[in-house]
């Protein structure tokens, strides 16, 4: 009977450690899945160390039914600035999922900020005149 004791937990032992060891397994890939990411981070920061590089402020004239300078590229961190002086209203509005953030009031005159925390390229438009449009680039 001892035998028979044995042998049973056995399978269980077995079956738990296989299941543990894929439920591990499967965590292990979502890690070493983000992973890449973090060491490409670190990478870049460690390129340009963060104690000598200080945020930069862009800023982005709205006038004449433009945005100007177009496309801008700037680093992690950085801020945008639009600066709205035409006859005209205008706001900023963020084209996709990535750059749902960037959503401004409309302005007549005045200013609109927005910073930047992940690399990307964010594109943007007017939302009172689509045809003006940018884009900002994050390296």
């Known amino acids: 009977m001892s035998m028979v004791s044995r042998a049973k937990p056995a399978p269980f032992v077995t079956a738990f ?3 543990a060891t894929l439920v591990l ?8 899945a983000t992973a890449p990411t973090t060491t490409a981070k670190a990478t870049s920061a460690t390129a340009v160390p963060t104690g000598e590089r ?3 402020a862009v800023t982005v004239d709205v006038d004449d039914m433009k945005f ?8 992690i961190g950085d801020t ?9 209203p205008h706001a900023v509005q963020g ?11 409309i302005f007549d005159k005045g200013e609109w900020s927005y910073t930047f925390t992940q690399a ?13 449009r940018g884009t900002v680039t994050v390296q």
């Open 120 to 132: 990307g390229t964010y594109r943007y438009l007017c939302t009172l005149h689509p045809e003006m």
């Open 80 to 88: 945008v600035t639009w600066k709205f002086s035409d006859k005209a």
């Open 68 to 75: 100007s300078p177009e496309n801008v590229t700037i680093g």
């Open 25 to 32: 397994a499967g965590c292990g890939s979502d890690d070493s």
């Open 54 to 56: 200080k945020a930069a």
């Open 95 to 105: 084209i996709g999922d990535k750059a749902m953030g960037i959503n401004s009031p």
């Open 17 to 19: 450690a296989v299941a």
